[in-house]
Each structure stands twice: as C-alpha cells, then as structure tokens.
C-alpha cells in the first residue's frame, strides 16, 4: 500500500508531503499503480526546485519521498508553489480513485 500524507499550515499552503510504500499492484517493473505516483511526487519536487527556484528540502529513498517547502517563501511564489502542489493531488486523487485498493490519502493541518 501507498501512503500519500499532505500537510497545510493554518492558510491552507501545502507545506510539506510525503509518499512511503509499494503498491504491489504487479511484478516488480510492472507496477502501473507505483509509477503513477512516484512520477507525480517526483515532479512536483523538481518543479518546485526548476521552475519556481526554491530549495526545497527534500529525501528520496527506496519506496519513500519525502518533500518540504521552506518557511519563509513569497506570497507569489507560495501561491504558485501551490497550484503546483494542487496538481500533484489531483493526480495521486485521480490514481486513488482507479486503484483505492492501493493508496491511501491523508490531507492535514499541521
């Protein structure tokens, strides 16, 4: 199973996210379902770093990802920080919505 965890401060801003575990939805190589979100996961992190230029702090290991965006960033490049964010959830909702079997969703305030 995946565990996709999002976590907002009190504004509602994407602070921080994570992604741990296997879906086991296929063979090693074949799973369609692992793919899927660590694609989205993985982007999210480099577009926050290459288009927004923002150093994120971020871990990346076998079967985990862990992201967090720093505290103090602009209020225009938070907004975009966001949508990008936003997009990233979209996509891990819509794989949930195919596969529920496989991934979890969490969206907290921290």
Known sequence: ?????????????????????????AEYGKDI????????AQTAVLALYELLDIDVIYEMEEGWL???LPE?????????ANLILKTMIIGI?????????????????V
């Open 93 to 109: 909702k819509g794989t949930q919505k195919m596969y529920k079997e496989f991934i979890e969703f969490h969206d907290r305030e």
């Open 33 to 40: 379902v692992c793919a899927s979100i660590s694609i989205l």
């Open 72 to 80: 103090s960033l602009p209020e225009q490049i938070r907004e975009q």
């Open 66 to 68: 862990s992201c967090e």
């Open 1 to 25: 199973m995946i565990k996709v965890c999002v976590y907002r401060d009190r504004k509602n801003n994407i602070i921080r996210y994570t992604v741990e575990g296997h879906a086991n939805a």
